[in-house]
């Protein structure tokens, strides 16, 4: 073996010293790349199939910083932020977002959604999952109209002085369509993957039957309903205009939704992407309570909903863009005002094909796409570390990961999935975790180091691209 001594005589001292930073760029490197789970000891739950995927993935993932990223980001939801508990012999499970302790309907769903199809393998996994379907049932029950809730039901809010029938166990009071949406999605892909129908009993049936009880409501056919919403703030996308009721709307078989899934107040009222997903919704409602609970009444309304909600959207969503042509609008009031834009958040234009309201190659969606993705929509942002769409609840120019995730998520394009991966494993800025959002020019200024649905998302497309475009995790970015 050379000594150093002989090598620097033989090669020079440049070249020793070159060699000599290389080394330690790759110890510096090395070190970069440590584990940022919990210590087992300290994970809030642990799946032996979830284990065993990573472990799988990363044996294809050529690129250290990918597979460090994978491994730290797809178990997140598991490692920090379930609480599993059995609660009068059933199962219940509270999630928390991440480093808000509260419970959002929405967040709850996505963030345990990439595990469903590990339940077969893990009964484990299986029983944690059917604990969230009983823990939601339990926060609709207490108040259809909320979006977040809390572990204990006797909590107040900090939000407590809000304009709004506010009541202990809840978070906040934001009237938002998906966050009714999200639970049925849940419930129908655990039922169709397990054939388990014992989280659908009695009290979640009744849970439909609030649910569709509130799309009525909230259709304003007659009145503007029981719901309204203000609240004491400089921060005008969290308060509702007019009372707390919003601008009007024209009866024209839409619902009406007074917050996105961002959870910042829409302009106009009816919001497209997440009446597409209560489309979605109602009919997978409808097939679970005619099969499970033989409810055919109820199956029946459901389906009359969605139909109604359907035909309303094909008549009264497209717009013609003098940009883009024919698209799908972000928000309309039914007398002809509309918001040409996307929201980062999901459901989104963008996402509608993961949400399967639209199918991929659908060319009204296509253009919708090409839009979203364009200078065109306010809130697309292009710089020097990135591109994707962000929203009105981050601010300008601070890009979401999750939008370029759902972009991978949604493309026929192994150029473009590429490209997105890229820029994901680039926004994580050495933390080894997904943001909620960062600045277009600087990804070391981002907001929330701890936000478990982007992670466990961001896991799921790792996954989604090892299996249909494998040369992608094959590569070294």
């Not at 000594?3 to 970069?32: C, M, P, Y």
């Not at 039922?191 to 049936?205: N, R, V």
């Not at 601010?395 to 890229?422: A, F, H, Y």
Request: neutral net charge; hydrophobic residues 40%; aromatic residues 12%.
């Amino acid at each position: 073996m050379t000594s150093r001594k002989q090598f620097i005589q033989s090669t020079g001292l440049a070249a020793a010293a070159l060699l000599f930073q290389k080394t330690k760029a790759f110890s510096a490197n090395a070190k970069e790349f440590i584990s940022k789970r919990p210590p087992l000891a300290d994970r809030n739950f642990t799946s032996e199939a979830v284990e065993a995927i990573i472990k799988a993935v990363k044996k294809q993932i050529a690129d250290p910083e990918l597979a460090w990223l994978f491994e730290n980001c797809f178990p997140n939801t598991l490692d920090t932020t379930v609480d599993f508990e059995m609660i009068d012999g059933k199962p219940d499970t509270y999630v928390i977002t991440g480093d808000i302790d509260a419970m959002w309907l929405r967040d709850s769903t996505a963030q345990v959604w990439p595990y469903l199809p590990l339940m077969k393998n893990d009964k484990h996994l299986q029983q944690l999952i059917a604990g969230v379907i009983n823990r939601q049932v339990k926060c609709i029950h207490l108040d259809r109209y909320a979006n977040a809730f809390y572990k204990d039901p006797t909590k107040i809010s900090e939000w407590k002085s809000d304009i709004t029938e506010m009541k202990p166990g809840v978070h906040e009071r934001k009237w938002e369509i998906d966050s009714l949406c999200y639970p049925i999605r849940l419930a129908h892909q655990y039922w169709k993957d397990t054939g388990d129908t014992t989280p659908f009993d009695k009290a979640w049936e009744e849970s439909i039957e609030l649910i569709v009880k509130t799309f009525i409501e909230q259709q304003r056919k007659h009145n503007k309903g029981p719901y309204s919403f203000q609240r004491t703030t400089a921060w005008a996308t969290d308060g509702v205009p007019l009372s707390g009721y919003g601008y009007p709307v024209k009866p024209v078989g839409l619902i009406c939704s007074m917050f996105r899934p961002s959870d910042d107040a829409t302009i106009f009222p009816f919001l497209i992407p997440s009446n597409f997903f209560a489309v979605v919704s109602l009919r997978n409602a409808a097939e679970m309570v005619n099969s499970i609970s033989k409810n055919k009444q109820l199956a029946e309304k459901c389906t009359a909903l969605a139909n109604e909600v359907d035909k309303a959207l094909k008549k009264y969503a497209v717009i013609n863009s003098p940009q883009a042509g024919k698209i799908y609008g972000y928000e309309i009031n039914g007398f002809g005002s509309f918001n040409l834009m996307d929201d980062a958040n999901i459901p989104s234009l963008l996402s509608l094909p993961y949400l399967n309201a639209v199918p991929e190659n659908d060319m009204l969606y296509q253009s919708t796409r090409k839009f979203v993705l364009s200078e065109n929509n306010p809130f697309f942002f292009k710089g020097s570390d990135g591109e994707g769409v962000g929203g009105p609840h981050a601010g300008m120019d601070m890009i979401w990961p999750m939008s370029i995730i759902m972009r991978g998520l949604t493309s026929n394009s192994e150029t473009e999935v590429k490209q997105c991966m890229k820029m994901l494993i680039k926004s994580n800025a050495g933390t080894g975790f997904m943001h909620e959002s960062f600045n277009k020019n600087d990804v070391s200024n981002f907001t929330r180091k701890w936000f478990a649905w982007a992670n466990t998302l961001f896991g799921e497309f790792v996954i989604h691209t090892s299996q249909k475009y494998p040369s992608i995790i094959q590569t070294k970015f």
